[in-house]
């Protein structure tokens, strides 16, 4: 059983920044990646960027690509989600995810990942 546990959210003016962390309880062998998502009122939960650990490969949303970076620190089972020139459509809750039943899956899929944070709200204001 994993858990994660996120941080670093908060109130920040239209094109500030805010890092996000998520640490988590042990990394296994088999949790081959991590990612972030994020949930806006009355809308789905929807991907931001995903890392996959051993290789450090990264994917982004195109809505946050170039303003957003994703990173890992295994050492500390910790990965971190460093966000820039923050919008107001960028409020939303953040989720922390982890895969761990098979190396191979979508990255963007929220079915595809077996543990969640219970999230971090991140407030943009205009």
């Known amino acids: 059983q994993v858990q994660l546990v996120e941080s670093g959210g908060g109130l920040v003016q239209a094109g500030g920044s805010l890092r996000l962390s998520c640490a988590a309880s042990?990394?296994?062998?088999?949790?081959?990646?991590m990612a972030w998502f994020r949930q806006a009122p009355g809308k789905e939960r929807e991907f931001v960027a995903a890392?996959?650990?051993?290789?450090?490969?990264?994917y982004y949303a195109d809505s946050v690509k170039g303003r957003f970076t994703i990173s890992s620190d295994n050492d500390k089972n910790t990965i971190y989600l460093q966000t820039s020139s923050l919008k107001p459509e960028d409020t939303a809750v953040y989720y922390c995810?982890?895969?761990?039943?098979?190396?191979?899956?979508?990255?963007?899929?929220?079915?595809?990942?077996?543990?969640w944070g219970q999230g971090t709200q991140v407030t943009v204001s205009s």
């Open positions: 995810a982890a895969r761990t039943r098979s190396p191979w899956w979508s990255r963007t899929r929220v079915p595809d990942y077996d543990y």
């Open positions: 042990e990394r296994t062998r088999r949790t081959y990646g």
């Open positions: 890392i996959t650990l051993n290789a450090g490969s990264t």
